[in-house]
Structures are given as structure tokens and as C-alpha cells.
């Protein structure tokens, strides 16, 4: 019996909006977008490998109106027009699909969608099956038990019981069910407040449309109501949402279907886009191909090696671009599933565990995950481990799952023995999703990890630092994979169990998914990091995490006792401050309530409303932005102020900290996100050591319970105007870079300019003023901002931007070109080449793009900084282990390194620590780190 052949149907408009919207803000050499292009390449490159086909086409919309518009003039009234960066890019991927040999398909008047469903009919009567790959609802009216839909975007593969199962009415009523409850994307009305279980209510007891219509007088209620009035409308959405399948195909398939063969590649001109593009990658498989072609062959007879996922597969799955398309499917009535196929394995007994510990060592890289108690790095003990070797094929080692049901697991320390010759080898490459915390938990059981070659959450944090980087979001915007979540197994808040109280089956598919979609998501972003991205990446984030997980096992040791005595020192001060509030107020009233305290300052006390923004609930605010600007004309708002800046401090600090302290270490342990602030500054937690306030005396004292052990100290080292010595470099302007190259006081020279006074002449009023220009312009502020933080008037303050712009004009040409590059390209770059991309630049609201240009000037300078801490403390760390020193890093917070020095090594930590710091890069200015030794934090300064 001859098989039935195989007609592949490619919705290119949906494959093309959802390659641009999945990939970050790619861009070629001359600037112009190229994500979307990346984005088909690959899409189009899973499906090949995939997807067996004997014919295959790709069909795109083509420009001007449809019958539908005639029909209906307000049909998709309501979608945005589509993004410039997307349209340019519409040309480039025809060509690309036309020289990778897909057939593709434009018909004038009609829809993709008509086109496809015509071709599927066709093939269908032919005797054909057809697999329609869409992410688009629609479709499914066309599925029959020859025609299947397939969604490489979510694995979804639909025939006609998936579309029953799915939509709740098979195929043959999907445009009864559309028109019912309405198309918004498409602005089809259907019965306003009609629901897909209305519809389906309505379709299984009338059973089709016209029956609803029929029995329309005998549905009750309001939707009945909506229902009589959409009657007249009803045939008309119909037509709307029904997928034409006669169109007029002859001038476009000259030999029927032999015209949808899928043809040969062009090499050359693939080559020629790639180049274009800056897709180096793709260029070198090109490339490759070409010159395994033979001589006189126009194409290549035999692939080369399937490359990696990481060569370019949108989706995760390896592939290889250039292969030849798949032979037909042995029995192609079949469809070839295009969701990857998971084996993930329960590993129970010795064998099991023998076979893997093979697997890992044989592997090239292996993606690995821990399973364990706790949230807290510093506490959490392992329950399980899970490893992924290659896309689809992953286990989970359960070690301490407990219950009644719980099955026979192998003994954990007896085990982990066993697995730590690997864990520790440096030799065997492991990946992972924020290994810092696996390292943490193997450490609590006495493993030092080693090996670490990639992890997905910084590989994410530097090439899209403005997005999400949990595995969950990474999986549903990169592979269109829906994950299991912890919240799904373990439940929430009160009810929520621990992971070793998880059944083992439902843990093993949720670890080993875990481990098999990190080592996909790393295949995937293996490609984009390239050239600088990639520098900062390897040489800073990568290496910077090692640091880190140092830093936070070290710790930093707390005095209890002077937190105590701070403690009630700062709850008898408020006590102060809360009986001069009743005297000022005239009655006692809650200082944390902001209703009480509203009636008494707009209410009781009078005080004029005039410019005070107002709460959601149409009060008067009483946030700190108002109480600021009411403390300069009345005494009560100052007062509250000061007595919750002394409650936030007590709350933070002096109560919670000693209960933060580790009992097994007795130091308190922070951690350092790395991948958290889009500038590439890390963000401390748990607690927060860098929003200690420092410019109030009382916040200060806190520091002073940061102690060091006896026989050591405390030292500080912290850049100087670091953020104004890279404005300098950036700028390249001579003015500036002269005074920083001569050691001139920045400040002051600035102050001379602006107040045109001699340089020895200058007051601490104007040098102060001068500070508040110079760093209030690399914020991006402007007159207003200025005149309000320095109390004089807009036209003072523009004299003074003036002026400093006349001193230093070259500060002004980089602030305008950075503007106009980060509206071109949609991000700024930090010195080394790290990407801090502007999602408003481009935006309609003149405010909101105001606020990107701001933040366009400053994220190159706030990112260098971040990026020279981290270059500085790769620098320390890497020379205390060299010198064996006892000497350790402990904190880092903004510009500043904090260390636990042995008092032995204090004189050679003193002499060699600002030179680490000032060597970590060479720009055009010098760097500068000025040292502070105590025996607290607060003494170092």
C-alpha cells in the first residue's frame, strides 16, 4: 500500500510577528534590525530538522486590503500598525526563506490564512495529510482527519480530538464557536459578555449556530438579551471568521503541488544575508557548506555535522540549518510530533545510578540542578539532584523525599561521596540557572563545585538585562515551553509543603524538566553572546559569581550588644519625637497612620492644600515627597519625618539584623543578585547592606556594629568620584580630562567656572553647589531639577548649566550623541561593551521619553562602575589567593570593597589594595581608591 505523502503549511505573518517579539533588539553592523530575520532562520531550521514533508510552502499576507475589508471596514480596525523596526526587516526574511529553498506564497486580496486553508483542501482531496504549523486559534477550523495543526511556540499539536478537548467543539464547529463569542485581535464582534463556555453550552444543546440562532427567543438572562441583539450581525461575523479554501492558486502553483518541492538552497546569497545581518554563526555553516560542496555542485550532497542548538535554534532544539530537508515519515499518515521528546528517568537503585555517573563523565557538558529545603542558601540541605545531558534526556537523583508513599532511595552522604569526584573535577564542564546557590547548598554537604562553565541566568542578564531572568519566563519567551511551577507541586502560602514532601514521580518530571530546560535555554543563548557581550559575560559575570559565593560564605561579623544599645537609643528618641508631634498636633494620634495624620495637617492644623497631590482615594498624600516639601515652612511634617527615618532604621536594622545572624557561624550572610539592576550593579538581600543610610549620624552608628574578628580589622576601599572620572572618559573632553590628570579638585574647578570666581577663591557653599551640578548632570537633570536642589530659580540654575557646559563642551556633545544612538539602536553601552537597553526611548509620551534619554546619559556611567566593582574584585580575590593571604573580601556595596584583614597582613593588604582597584581598567583618566582601616565598618571610614 503507498503511504499518503506529507504537505508542510508555514504560517509565515504568525512565525514572523513571533520570532521579533520573542528575541531581544538584535542589530547588524549598520545598525538595522535583525531579530525577527534571526528569529525565521531558526524557526524555520526546527521544523526542517523536525518535521518529515514531501512538499511545503510559506505563506505570508500580502500588502493592501482583503475581501474582508470590504466586507467589513472596520475589520482589525483595532490593531497597532506594525513596528517600524519589524517592517524593515519584512524584505530580508522573504529573501532568506526564498534562498533556503522554502516555496513561499503571496496572494493579493486574500489572507495567509485563505491561502492555507486553500492548499490544505487541495492536498487533502489529493490524498495527501497536512500539517498546518500556527499559532493562530482560527486554524482550527481546518482540521480534519487528514489535516493536524501543529504549535512550535508551546509544543501543541492539535487533530480533531485536541480540538475538541481544547476548545470544547470539534473542528466542524470552531467558526460557529468564534463567531459566537468574537475575534478582539481581529475587532470581530461576536454576543457581547458570550464566553468560550457559553458557546460551548449553547453549541452542545442547539447544535450549531444556526440552531442557536433558531432558539435565540429561548435563552434567558442578560446574554440572551445580547444574543436577540447580535442576530442581525451574527451571519455577516461568520463570513468574517470563516477561512476562505477556494483561491485562485493556478498562476501560483504552475505544476500543482510538484511546484511546492522544496528546493534547493542558495548558498551564495544566504551567505551574502548573513553577512548583512552580522549573523556570524549562520555566515560560518554557510561557509562550511560552501566549501564542502563539491566544485561543480550547486548544492551541498552532504550536511555537515548537526551543530548545536546553540547555533541557532529559537526554540531550544538542536538543529542544523543547512541539512537537507528530512526524508518523508515512514508512515507519514502520521504526523512527526514537533515537541521535543523528554526521557527523564527516576534514578532509584545503584545500576541506575552507576549508568548515569558514566553518562556525566562522558558527557560534554551536563546541565545540573539541586532540589533542597530551603531557600537560604547558607541553611538548605539537598533533597535531590537532577542532570540533563542533551535536549530531552534528563534525570533526577531523589536522596531525602519523605512520607508514607515515599519509594526506597539511595543513602544521601553515601551517594553525594559518590558523585563528588565529579562535582569537584574542573575538568567536567556543568551549566546551570543560578549555580551561586547550588554551589552554596553542595558546600553545606562539604562539596566544592568546580567546573562551572555556563549559567543561563547571567547568560540572560547580559544580553537582555531589562527582562526577567527566572527559568520560567526564560522558557515561556525563548523556547515557548510552559514549565511546572514550585507553587503547582509544593502549593502556596500556609498550605505549601516542602519539596522532600513531594511525591517522587511528581518531583522527578518537575527537577528533570528544570535540568533539560536549562541546558536548552543555554544552547540557546550560546549564539547570541558574541564579541563584547560575550567578554562580559566570560570575564566579568561568569567569574564575578565565584566572588560572590566566596564573599557571602565569609559573612560579616555583627556586635549584637551595640545593636541593642541602639536599639533603645533610637526607640527613646522616638519616644522624644512622639510627644512633641501630640504637643505640635494638640492630641495624640497614630504617626503611622497616614488618614490620622492627613486630618491633622490639612484638617486640624490648616495647613493649605494648594499642590499636594492627592491619594487613589481622592485624600490628601502624606508620603515623604510631601512631608519634604511641607517640613520647609511648618515644624510637625519635619518631625514625622525624623521619626520614621528612626522607626525605618530600628525595623531594618538595629531589631532585625541579630536575628539574621547564621547560629552555625555566628556572622550575618547577604546575598549578592547579580542579576537584578539593568545598570549591571549588584542588589544585596537579606539583608539589604547597601540602603543603610549613611547621611544621618544615627545611620552611621549602624555600621559601627560591623565588626572584625579579634586579630583583625576592617578595611574599606572605595573609588573616588568614579562616576565622574568615566564621564570624563566617555566624553573625551579635554577641560575635564585635564583636571582629573592633574589631580585638580573637580569640584572646585567646576565651582570656578560656573560663579566665575578664581579657583583658590572658591567658598564650601559654591564648591558644594558645584558638586550638585556636576552630578546632577550626568543624571540627566535639568533646570528644574537643579534649581529645586539647589532653592534657587530656573533661570539661575540654566545660567549654571550654561556655564558648565561652556567649560566643558565635550560633556554636552557626548550627552547629545548618546541620545540620538540610543534612540537609533535602543540601548547604551557601558565601556566594556555591556548592553543597558531603554525600552521608552522610542516611546509616543514625551515624559517617558524624556526619562530614557535621561537614563540614556547616566546607565553608561552607573554600568561602568558596576562593571569596574566587579573587574576590581575579580583583582583582590584573585591576589589574596595568590599570596595565601587569611585577608578576605566580605562585602561590597556600591563603589566600595569592605575586607577582613588579619593584622599581620594589614600593612600589605594597605599598599597593594588601592593599586588592584585603580589597575582593574585603563581608561583615558586615572582611577582612584582611597583606604580606610578600623576596627569596625563605621571606624574604616
Not at 522544496?262 to 562550511?288: D, I, K, M, Y
Not at 533526577?396 to 519509594?407: E, I, M, Q
Not at 562539596?447 to 562553565?453: E, Q, S, W, Y
Not at 533603645?568 to 494620634?589: D, N, V
Request: proline residues 5%.
Amino acid at each position: 500500500m503507498a503511504f499518503m505523502k506529507t504537505l508542510l503549511l508555514i504560517d509565515g505573518s504568525s512565525y514572523l510577528y513571533r520570532a521579533f517579539h520573542a528575541m531581544p533588539d538584535l542589530r547588524s553592523p549598520q545598525g538595522e534590525p535583525t531579530g525577527a530575520i534571526y528569529g525565521m532562520v531558526n524557526m524555520l531550521a526546527r521544523l526542517c530538522k523536525e518535521v518529515r514533508f514531501d512538499y511545503s510552502a510559506c505563506i505570508f499576507d500580502a500588502k493592501g486590503k482583503t475581501f474582508r475589508d470590504e466586507l467589513y471596514p472596520e475589520y482589525k480596525a483595532n490593531r497597532p500598525s506594525m513596528p517600524t523596526d519589524l517592517a524593515a526587516q519584512i524584505a530580508t526574511v522573504h529573501e532568506v526563506v526564498r534562498a533556503s529553498g522554502w516555496p513561499l506564497l503571496m496572494v493579493d486580496g486574500v489572507e495567509a490564512d485563505d491561502v492555507i486553508g486553500t492548499l490544505a483542501r487541495q492536498a487533502a482531496a489529493e490524498g495527501m495529510q497536512v500539517i498546518i504549523s500556527t499559532g493562530d486559534k482560527d486554524m482550527a477550523q481546518l482540521v480534519t482527519p487528514q489535516v493536524t495543526l501543529v504549535n512550535t511556540m508551546t509544543n501543541e499539536t492539535l487533530d480533531e480530538a485536541g480540538v475538541k478537548e481544547k476548545f470544547g467543539v470539534p473542528p466542524t464547529r470552531i467558526i460557529d464557536y468564534l463567531t459566537l463569542i468574537g475575534d478582539k485581535v481581529d475587532n470581530v464582534p461576536g454576543v457581547d459578555k458570550c464566553g468560550p463556555k457559553t458557546a460551548v453550552k449553547w453549541l452542545e444543546e442547539y447544535d450549531s449556530l444556526d440552531g442557536v440562532i433558531a432558539h435565540a427567543a429561548n435563552v434567558g438572562g442578560k446574554v440572551g438579551e445580547n444574543l436577540r441583539t447580535a442576530l442581525e450581525w451574527l451571519p455577516r461575523g461568520r463570513e468574517l471568521i470563516t477561512i476562505k479554501c477556494d483561491v485562485a492558486l493556478a498562476a501560483e502553483l504552475p505544476a500543482g503541488m510538484e511546484s511546492l518541492l522544496h528546493g534547493e538552497r542558495n548558498l551564495p546569497r544566504l551567505a551574502e544575508l548573513f553577512s548583512e545581518c552580522g549573523f556570524r554563526t549562520f555566515l560560518r555553516e554557510v561557509q562550511q557548506a560552501m566549501g564542502a560542496a563539491e566544485p561543480a555542485a550547486e548544492v551541498v550532497a552532504e550536511a555537515p555535522a548537526a551543530q548545536p542548538a546553540s547555533s541557532g535554534d529559537l526554540f531550544g532544539a538542536t538543529t542544523d540549518l543547512f541539512a537537507e530537508p528530512p526524508a518523508p515519515a515512514a508512515n507519514p499518515a502520521v504526523p512527526a510530533a514537533t515537541q521535543l521528546a523528554r526521557h527523564y528517568e527516576t534514578i532509584l537503585d545503584d545500576a541506575q545510578l552507576e549508568a548515569w555517573l558514566q553518562k556525566l563523565a562522558a558527557a560534554d557538558i551536563v546541565s545540573l540542578d539541586t532540589e533542597t529545603t530551603s531557600l537560604d542558601p547558607m541553611q538548605a540541605r539537598i533533597v535531590g539532584l537532577s542532570f540533563a545531558i542533551e535536549p530531552g534526556h534528563a534525570a533526577y537523583l531523589p536522596l531525602a523525599h519523605r512520607g508514607p508513599d515515599a519509594p526506597q532511595q539511595l543513602e544521601r552522604d553515601a551517594t553525594l561521596a559518590r558523585l563528588k569526584p565529579w562535582l569537584e573535577d574542573a575538568g567536567k564542564k556543568k551549566l546551570g540557572q543560578n549555580l551561586k546557590y547550588d554551589r552554596h547548598v553542595l558546600a553545606n554537604h562539604g562539596i566544592t563545585l568546580r567546573g562551572v562553565a555556563d549559567d543561563t541566568l547571567l547568560a540572560s542578564y547580559v544580553i537582555e538585562s531589562h527582562l526577567r531572568h527566572n527559568m520560567d519566563d526564560l522558557a515561556s519567551r525563548h523556547l515557548g515551553e510552559t514549565t511546572v511551577s514550585y507553587e503547582e507541586i509544593c502549593g502556596k502560602g500556609a498550605k505549601q509543603i516542602g519539596f522532600d514532601e513531594v511525591a517522587v514521580d511528581v518531583a522527578a518530571n518537575y527537577a528533570a524538566e528544570d535540568a533539560d530546560i536549562t541546558l536548552r535555554l543555554n544552547q540557546y543563548f550560546a549564539p547570541l553572546l558574541t564579541g563584547r557581550l560575550l567578554s562580559v559575560y566570560r570575564d566579568i559575570e561568569l567569574p564575578v559569581a565565584e566572588v560572590l559565593f566566596k564573599m557571602e560564605r565569609n559573612g560579616v561579623l555583627i556586635d549584637r550588644d551595640i545593636l541593642a544599645a541602639q536599639s533603645h537609643q533610637l526607640g527613646s528618641e522616638m519616644l522624644r519625637l512622639e510627644q512633641e508631634t501630640y504637643a505640635l498636633a494638640g492630641q495624640p494620634f497614630n504617626l503611622n497612620s497616614p488618614k490620622q495624620l492627613q486630618e491633622i495637617l490639612f484638617g486640624k492644623l490648616g495647613i493649605p492644600t494648594k499642590g499636594v497631590k492627592k491619594t487613589p482615594s481622592g485624600g490628601f498624600s502624606t508620603d515623604e515627597e510631601v512631608l519634604e516639601k511641607l517640613a520647609l515652612d511648618y515644624p510637625l511634617p519635619k518631625l514625622i519625618l525624623q521619626y520614621r527615618s528612626l522607626a525605618k532604621l530600628k525595623s531594618t536594622y538595629t531589631d532585625k539584623l541579630p536575628t539574621l545572624i547564621n547560629p552555625q557561624t555566628g556572622r550575618v550572610h547577604t546575598n549578592y543578585a547579580q542579576a537584578v539592576a539593568i545598570t549591571g550593579r549588584l542588589a544585596s538581600n537579606d539583608p539589604n547592606l547597601q540602603n543603610i543610610p549613611v547621611r544621618t549620624a544615627e545611620g552611621r552608628r549602624v555600621r559601627e556594629a560591623f565588626v572584625a574578628t579579634p586579630g583583625y580589622v576592617i578595611v574599606s576601599a572605595d573609588y573616588s568620584q568614579i562616576e565622574l572620572r568615566i564621564m570624563a572618559h566617555l566624553s573625551g573632553d579635554e577641560g575635564m580630562l585635564a583636571a582629573f590628570a592633574s589631580g585638580e579638585d573637580i569640584h572646585k574647578a567646576t565651582a570656578a567656572e560656573v560663579f566665575g570666581v578664581p579657583l583658590a577663591e572658591v567658598s564650601g557653599e559654591q564648591r558644594r553647589a558645584a558638586k550638585a551640578i556636576n552630578f546632577g548632570l550626568i543624571y540627566g537633570m535639568g533646570k528644574y531639577g537643579l534649581a529645586s536642589q539647589l532653592g534657587i530659580s530656573n533661570d539661575a540654575a540654566q545660567q549654571y548649566i550654561d556655564s558648565y557646559f561652556r567649560k566643558y563642551p565635550g560633556v554636552a556633545d557626548y550627552m547629545q550623541r548618546t541620545r540620538v544612538a540610543a534612540a537609533e539602536q535602543g540601548y547604551v553601552e557601558t565601556v566594556f561593551g555591556r548592553r543597558l537597553y531603554l525600552p521608552e526611548i522610542r516611546a509616543a509620551n514625551q515624559a517617558r521619553r524624556a526619562g530614557a534619554e535621561r537614563a540614556a546619559i547616566n546607565a553608561p556611567m552607573q554600568g561602568t562602575a558596576a562593571d569596574l566593582i566587579k573587574l576590581a574584585m575579580l583583582a583582590v580575590q584573585g591576589w589574596l589567593e595568590a599570596e595565601q593571604l587569611q585577608s578576605k573580601l566580605i562585602m561590597q556595596v556600591h563603589d566600595e570593597l569592605v575586607l577582613e584583614v588579619a593584622e599581620a597582613e594589614l600593612a600589605q593588604v594597605r599598599e597593594r589594595l588601592p593599586q588592584l582597584m585603580a589597575g582593574a581598567a585603563a581608561l583615558k583618566v586615572p582611577l582612584l581608591a582611597e583606604v580606610g582601616v578600623g576596627p569596625s565598618w563605621e571606624a574604616a571610614h
